[in-house]
């Protein structure tokens, strides 16, 4: 009777092993992609960040053949779209670069012929959609952020995720190897 009882202990504390061994698989596997989500809404809004960066120099170029004595309006927008290049994603200089483009496009309101330059409408169409793209990609950052963050502290996942490697991720602050990078400002001169 030992020898029987001793082999269903056996195999009970055998199931019970694989059991958590399959629970600890699924748990990290699900954590994974929930991570890659997050790490994708980062690269997505890298994207649109250097499509913005992108547009600008050719905005700037297009109003300054209609207003080129703007010099401090057009000098602000490039000063802030190279600080926002250079600058971490959820700085504050993406923010100071909205605020210079809303002032370079208020200058089409001083020019009629900026105003109606089919170039000029067409990078403020291109620029406008880049930001509705840009802030579908920061909500769709924001969901990503909060499913992984759901997931990581659910029961059981909560048990194991900060023992396999897997931090809360923060919706504001980005960790360096999260952050998307802008590529090569482009030189831009008033001459």
């Known amino acids: 009777m030992s020898e029987v009882a001793s082999a269903f202990w056996t195999s009970v504390a055998l199931f019970l092993g694989a059991g958590l061994v399959v629970l600890l698989i699924v748990i990290y596997n699900r954590l994974v992609a929930q991570r890659q989500n997050v790490k994708q809404g980062v690269a997505d809004i890298d994207a649109q960040l250097r499509q913005r960066h992108d547009l600008i120099p050719n905005l700037v170029e297009t109003v300054k053949g209609y207003a ?13 779209r190279n600080q926002a290049a250079n600058g971490p994603i959820t700085s504050g200089d993406e923010q100071g670069l909205r605020v210079a483009l809303d002032r370079l496009l208020a200058l089409s309101e001083n020019y009629p012929d900026l105003k109606a330059s089919a170039n000029f409408q067409e990078l403020q169409r291109e620029l406008s959609h880049v930001e509705d793209k840009l802030a579908a990609a ?3 950052l924001n969901a990503a952020v909060s499913r992984y963050n759901t997931v990581r502290e659910s029961f059981p996942a909560v048990l194991f995720a900060g023992l396999l490697g897997f931090k809360e991720a ?3 602050r980005l960790d360096d190897s999260e952050k998307g990078t802008v ?6 001169s008033f001459q």
């Open 138 to 140: 920061r909500r769709a």
């Open 68 to 80: 080129g004595h703007e010099r401090e309006t057009l000098d602000a927008v490039i000063s802030a």
């Open 183 to 188: 590529d090569q400002v482009p030189s831009i």
């Open 170 to 172: 923060d919706f504001h």
